[in-house]
Nanobody, 115 residues
Framework: QVQLVESGGGLVQPGGSLKLSCVASGNIFSIYAMGWYRQAPGKQRELVADITSGGRTNYADSMKGRFTISRDIAKNAVYLQTNSLKPEDTAVYYC?????????WGQGTQVTVSS
């Protein structure tokens, strides 16, 4: 079993920042990639950013320049620094891990951007 625990969400004003964290534990043998997705009410889950074991990053166009994904291999952790947040960034943010051709998801952390 693999468990993913996200943290760092919350309420922030427009223009503010949050840093999301995700730590993986359990039977992890080889991580191919970790990433962040989000789902707003009434919308489909969408990619925010991901990072491979080799360090290659990929961002959704609307997040480029505002969000930064990073990882700590030793801790099996991935982080998402979110800056210049907008009300449309309000969503539940989910962590995803791909290992041995399987995908694992966390429970999500709520990010609300509102004045």
């Amino acid at each position: 079993q693999v468990q993913l625990v996200e943290s760092g969400g919350g309420l922030v004003q427009p223009g503010g920042s949050l840093k999301l964290s995700c730590v993986a534990s359990g039977n992890i043998f080889s991580i191919y990639a970790m990433g962040w997705y989000r789902q707003a009410p009434g919308k489909q889950r969408e990619l925010v950013a991901d990072i491979t074991s080799g360090g290659r990053t990929n961002y959704a166009d609307s997040m480029k320049g505002r969000f930064t994904i990073s990882r700590d291999i030793a801790k099996n952790a991935v982080y998402l620094q979110t800056n210049s947040l907008k009300p449309e960034d309000t969503a539940v943010y989910y962590c995803k891990l791909v290992s041995n051709a399987r995908a694992y998801w966390g429970q999500g952390t709520q990010v609300t951007v509102s004045s």
